[in-house]
């Protein structure tokens, strides 16, 4: 055991830095999904149907997103998923992931289990109630699915009981 020249006392080792990979890979999920989620609100406000996707039997992202449970209390679900990204940015940038802070961690957690339970009852809604699925929500939800492990990981991983 080492101690210092000063104190006498034993040498309390530094922390290990939190690995790079979470903050990497939480960024880019973030990007993608805020980048699905632009297009999905632009094409909410706009009424297009440029969603390049089957108008036809269970694969119908039209309707799906022109349906009544396209929006919660009056707000597009669209603009809610880019609300949730905008939000997460800031949280999955690098130097969040190194911040001794735990509001950021807490909050990036917090963010994602929001997120994740938004996923469940928005596809829960398209099978069981529009009997429709939208390729491009499909991929939000995969994005935040992932977001959500990686962030549940490193927070598990990386807790020091604050």
């Known amino acids: 055991m080492s101690t210092t020249k000063s104190t006498g006392r034993p040498a309390v080792p530094e922390p290990a830095a939190p690995p790079r990979w979470p903050a990497f890979t939480t960024l880019v999920l973030t990007v993608l999904g805020l980048a699905v989620s632009v297009y999905l609100t632009i094409e909410h406000f706009t009424s297009s149907t440029t969603l390049a996707c089957p108008e036809t039997g269970v694969i119908n992202c039209q309707k799906v997103t022109t349906?009544?449970?396209?929006?919660?209390?009056?707000?597009?679900?669209?603009?809610l998923g880019l609300i949730f990204f905008v939000v997460m940015l800031p949280l999955c940038v690098p130097a969040a992931w190194r911040s001794r802070r735990p509001e950021l961690r807490w909050g990036r957690l917090a963010f994602t289990v929001i997120g994740i339970g938004f996923v469940f009852y928005l596809v829960y809604t398209e099978l069981f109630t529009l009997d429709a699925v939208c390729l491009w929500c499909t991929a939000v939800h995969v994005i935040t699915v992932?977001?959500?492990?990686?962030?549940?990981?490193?927070?598990a991983s990386t807790s020091t009981g604050d």
Not at 67 to 72: G, N, Q, R
Request: hydrophobic share 70%; no cysteine.
């Open 67 to 79: 349906s009544a449970e396209s929006s919660i209390v009056g707000i597009p679900v669209a603009l």
């Open 146 to 155: 992932l977001l959500f492990a990686v962030v549940a990981m490193a927070t």
